[in-house]
């Protein structure tokens, strides 16, 4: 937006003009170090990456020396702005790119030598993805701080930033689309009023406008393309100047043809966006096979088109009266044209006056009865208009669809494989057909159908799937044999897999609502032909390790601590420690960096006191980490009892050793070949390990603290 283009001839009306614009003037930057930063809780700018992506490092690009002074000059002003700022170990590093202009390679300036502004520059990178922008040049290594444009999904996120900051305005004073305002009135006072609104607005939110892009106070203005003004939307001559003077033919039979394609192309479609202050008129007709229907609107008693549309009839359809198929236009337009006509005035015409006899009949059929109902929602005046005066919507009911015009050849000739696809049906399909039909095979015989009536009452259908109550009592979903086994390996193989065994992974499928018969045959199948199972899996057959029994006690009323490690260095952790609750088999565990009492300290109050109570004992082996005066002094203050395991003998924290050791396996199957990404993964594992089945519960432990936290007595 520009002050300078400022198109107001009267003087009292620049006055007015003067008078806002100096009280908004913190709106408008004059170079960019006037970019103040749209506030991170307006709007973050995220960059998520793929799973399994991993960091790109590029080396600079040779530049000559014309464009490093173009290089230089840009990054100072960024550096300068704070908008970027050096770093030197990011993972993620580009080259510096310079895309020349059509009119060359330069650094525009303004009159004064300051430079310009950028929009984008104004919306915050959120900090844990800064380094993903990093850029090396000749003068150094640098991230952005704010979001510039050429970002993935930069666009998306600015344009998300202005609703959010005029979301009360739009399409009510103004339009909005990415870095483009649109603020408009009826009169000059009126969009006075409404610019200066907006303006505070972008002072609130520390919006800044670029001055030299601002036009204040115009009767009409390019936007997107296109001419808007009182006038509606019109044609950019620019954009049809070649069509315009394009040379005339040399056949004088095609001089009259080639001036209309000519008005054509450079004039306003006759299809034109609603004026909502206006009634609509609707046009109906309906013939043997097809009905059509005109959206359009009267202005200055000339019409204009909003929509076209037509269809044609079925066969049920084509044995209706006349009438009834009049109605079924005038219905069929209404529920197409409904984001248009609800809350509006209609005018509807159609040939068949017949329609306001039949809205007033009190014994008609019940069809037409539901059609008058739907038509009650409408604020609309019915008149009659003959086929002849009624041309549009008569010509598109009478569209004739050339079915046989170009008859195809037919291709008999199919291959078995696609035979057999055509006709293969889920193992479920007899089930179906019977909750549906009624009907079993006839080629059944009695203990067939005796088998099958055994079954039959444990399911139920629901369009378009079946569902079967199992033993549990829990309603699953029976899964088809194409979509079986992309089930099992996102519930073996993936984040909340953990690759465990086929039992377990077989009961990760039920606890996700799915089933079928030969799930767990499946299951087992799949573990075995498991390339990462087969290498790392654990050599003994033995589920757990022999633990000696504890009192009874309640959920989270006694927990086992633990360090694992060391393992290789990952983002700077080398340990776990690990927290299983004995009851619930519930695990916490984090990555460290060492293993000592102060990171025990914190993980007690922050991952086991804080969100799950104060328990009634903790078991640890003697090591330092464990036995100190903080440690003992934090369980004297809560009133903790302390049980240190004996020496050498695993067995009295079986519990946490056998968690440990889950939590290890896992670990093994789902980090990348260097191991050095053990610490991101971590959370999987753990996700993996309380989601899964445990024979000693009968269920998961995610769903046994899930039940306990919903019937815990407050």
């Given amino acids: 937006m520009s002050c300078c283009d400022i198109f107001i001839s009267d003087q009292s009306s620049r006055e007015l003009f003067n008078g806002s614009s100096q009280r908004c003037k913190k709106a408008i930057g004059w170079q960019i170090s006037d970019l103040k930063g749209i506030s991170p809780l307006v709007c973050t700018h995220h960059i998520y ?14 530049l000559n020396p014309h464009l490093q002074e173009v290089v230089r000059a840009e990054v100072l002003k960024l550096l300068q702005a704070g908008i970027i700022y050096p770093i030197s170990d990011s993972p993620w590093v580009s080259p510096t790119q310079v895309v020349p202009k059509k009119s060359g390679i330069t650094v525009v300036q303004m009159k004064k030598g300051k430079k310009l502004l950028h929009a984008s520059l104004q919306i915050e990178i959120d900090l844990a993805d800064q ?143 609603p004026n909502w202050q206006l009634p609509f008129e609707l046009m109906c007709d309906a013939s043997d096979f097809a009905i059509g229907a005109v959206l359009g609107q009267r202005e200055d008693g000339k019409p204009y088109v909003i929509y076209y549309a037509s269809k044609t009839l079925n066969e049920a359809q084509r044995n209706y009266t006349t009438t009834e198929k009049e109605l079924l236009a005038v219905v069929f337009a209404l529920d197409k044209f409904r984001a248009y006509l609800v809350g509006s005035f209609i005018i509807v015409f159609t040939d068949h006056s017949a329609l306001k006899y039949l809205l007033t009949k009190q014994d008609a059929k019940a069809r037409l009865i539901r059609w008058i109902l739907l038509l009650q929602e409408f604020d609309l005046q019915i008149k009659d208009k003959k086929g002849v005066e009624n041309v549009v919507a008569d010509h598109l009911s009478r569209l004739v669809i050339a079915h046989n015009s170009h008859p195809l050849p037919i291709n008999d000739d199919f291959p078995e494989e696609s035979l057999m696809f055509l006709v293969k049906t889920p193992w479920y399909a007899h089930i179906a057909n019977y909750l549906v039909t009624g009907e079993i095979p006839s080629e059944w015989n009695a203990q067939d159908r005796k088998h099958f009536f055994a079954k039959i009452h444990a399911y139920y259908w629901e369009e378009p799937f079946l569902f079967k109550y199992c033993a549990d009592q829990i309603i699953r979903k029976c899964v088809p044999e194409d979509e079986q086994q992309g089930i099992l390996s996102h519930c073996h193989e993936n984040a909340c897999g953990g690759h465990f065994a086929s039992q377990k992974t077989a009961m990760k499928v039920l ?55 060391p393992f290789p260095m990952s983002f700077g952790n080398s340990y776990i420690l690990v927290g299983v609750d004995y009851v619930s088999k519930w695990v916490e565990a984090i990555p460290c960096k060492q293993n000592d009492h102060r990171v025990v300290l914190k993980f007690l109050k922050e991952n086991i006191f804080s969100r799950f109570g104060v328990p009634k004992a903790i078991i640890s082996d003697g090591g330092a980490h464990f036995c100190n005066k903080p440690f003992e002094a934090l369980l004297s203050k809560y009133g903790v009892k302390h049980k240190v395991a004996t020496p050498y003998h695993p067995q009295t924290s079986g519990q946490v050793e056998l968690a440990n050791r889950e939590i290890k396996n896992i670990l093994m199957k789902v980090v990348n070949s260097n191991r050095k990404d053990w610490s991101i993964r971590l959370h999987d594992s753990l996700w993996a390990y309380r989601t899964a089945y445990k024979t000693i519960l009968g269920m998961s432990p995610y769903r046994l603290v899930d039940y306990y936290s919903k019937h815990a007595i407050l």
């Fill in 49 to 62: 990456m793929e799973e399994e992506a991993k960091p790109i490092r590029q080396f600079q690009r040779r």
């Fill in 511 to 565: 606890q996700s609502g799915f089933t079928w018969p030969s799930l767990f045959k499946d299951a087992h199948i799949m573990c075995r032909n498991c390339d990462r199972c087969q290498r790392l899996g654990k050599l003994t057959k033995r589920n757990q390790m022999p633990m000696n029994p504890i009192l009874i006690v309640e959920l989270f009323d006694v927990w086992g601590i633990d360090f694992m490690g």
């Fill in 131 to 273: 380094e993903k922008t990093t850029f090396t040049c000749p003068f150094g290594t640098y991230a952005y701080r704010r979001m510039p444009f050429g970002l993935c999904n930069a666009p998306a996120t600015f344009q998300r930033c202005m609703l959010s900051i005029f979301s009360d305005m739009v399409e009510r004073i103004m339009e909005v689309f990415m870095d483009d305002i649109t603020v408009y009135g009826g009169t000059f006072e009126e969009c006075l009023v409404n610019l200066e609104a907006v303006l505070h607005r972008c002072i609130e939110k520390d919006l800044v406008l670029n001055w030299e892009k601002c036009h204040f106070m115009v009767r009409q203005g390019i936007v997107l393309g296109h001419i808007i003004s009182e006038k509606g939307i019109e044609v950019d001559k620019a954009k049809v100047e070649l069509i315009a003077n394009y040379h005339l033919p040399t056949v004088k039979e095609c001089q009259h043809s080639f001036d209309q394609l000519k008005k054509f192309l450079t004039t306003t479609p006759i299809v034109r966006a």
